[in-house]
């Protein structure tokens, strides 16, 4: 025989060889299939009976629910917003344009993002925080803000809103 024949019969022995079939030369005649009784498939398995998870929640907070509405509850009603038109707002959004002090009670004009101007006196409720206006000189207003912590204390915050610069010059015509 040629070589490339033979290398050809060894490299495909070979290759049976390592792909675990085993190629006989011979072929062998086909032995009657035996018929073998086909077992009846297992009944499925009942699964494990689970234990049933029951959960209470008598005694336990409700987690969406604000822990300062049980503080309040707790410690008494802690007013800290203000019903008025003022309210709505954050101190930082509304701007004083005008303050009169020659008066026995001190009157300012605060200026809303909306354009609408609001006369504010002495211990009237403004800002979203429900802060109080605690004394009005002159070129300023300053408001006293309780704010309340995590930890369930109260602090105190004083915050000053000013005329603009041009206005605040006492200039008499």
């Known amino acids: 025989m040629n070589r490339p024949v033979l290398a050809l019969l060894a490299l495909t022995a070979l290759v049976a060889g390592a792909c675990g079939e085993q190629k006989s030369a011979t072929p062998k005649a086909a032995a009657p299939a035996a018929a073998k009784p086909v077992a009846a498939p297992a009944a499925p398995a009942a699964p494990a009976p689970e234990a049933e998870v029951a959960y ?38 509304l701007r004083l344009v ?37 004394t009005i000189r002159t070129g300023e207003v300053v408001v ?15 915050t000053a809103l000013r005329l603009p610069k041009e206005q605040s010059l006492n200039l008499e015509e």
């Open 56 to 93: 209470s929640s008598v005694g336990k907070r409700d987690p969406f629910k604000s822990f300062l509405g049980d503080l309040r509850a707790t410690t008494g009603a802690v007013v800290t917003r203000c019903n008025t038109p003022l309210g709505r707002f954050e101190l930082d959004q």
């Open 144 to 158: 006293t803000e309780w704010a309340m912590r995590a930890d369930g204390t109260r602090e105190k915050t004083e």
């Open 98 to 134: 005008a303050v009169i002090t020659g008066l026995a009670d001190p009157l300012a004009m605060v200026e809303a993002p909306t354009g609408v101007g609001y006369a504010i006196r002495k211990g009237a409720c403004i800002g979203k925080n429900g802060g109080v206006v605690a």
